[in-house]
């Protein structure tokens, strides 16, 4: 393909300069790439202009025809476009006819239907995510008056090793995740995941954490 290129970009180089002749060569290979010769000190619409004029055709005029014909369509689209909107928000009804109508409020019935059955998703979505939030509440404070009452029962529960206390336990410092830790009676069985014991002065202690949900 170079090769044949080359040879018939070189014979319209030789016509220009021997014969005096305007020449205009594209060429479009089949990777798609474009290759143009135009004879020096011609543009290609100067070429493509004598050509319409020796042969008395327009080039152009169909192209031209055909865009404006698209560009009326979308105009028209356009304008119905707008009608349905002022029709919808209660205008630009008095041409309207029986049918049109009734097809209008069928169409609203519709396009309301859709927006209620959103609605609901979303108001049902907002309602389990409160409903997961309470029952985490609700689990931490079982657990609360449990260690209340362990800690009423046994002064001495709860006291960790360094004379820490309670407290100690409750979350991480520096802006930690929001955890609280609790101790659980020995014989407290609970079905959340407990975490190693933690020993203080040889006697095991059972250290439960619960995460809050934000």
Known sequence: YSKRRNGLFKTAHELTVLCDAK?????????????????????????????????????????????????????????????????????????????QMVNLIEDMDSSLRLIRERKYKVIGNQIETSKKKLRNVEEIHRNLVLEIDARQEDPHYGLVENEGDYNSVLGFPNGGPRIIALRLPPNHHHHHHHHPSLHSGGAASDLTTFALLE
């Open 23 to 99: 020449v205009s060569i594209i060429m479009i290979s089949s990777t798609q790439k474009l290759h143009e010769y135009i004879s020096p000190t011609t543009m290609t619409k100067q070429v493509f202009d004598q050509y319409q004029k020796a042969v008395g055709v327009d080039l152009w005029s169909s192209h031209y025809e055909k865009m404006q014909e698209h560009l009326q369509k979308l105009k028209e689209v356009n304008r119905n476009l707008r009608r349905e909107i002022r029709q919808r928000m209660g205008e630009s009804l008095n041409d309207l006819g029986y049918d």
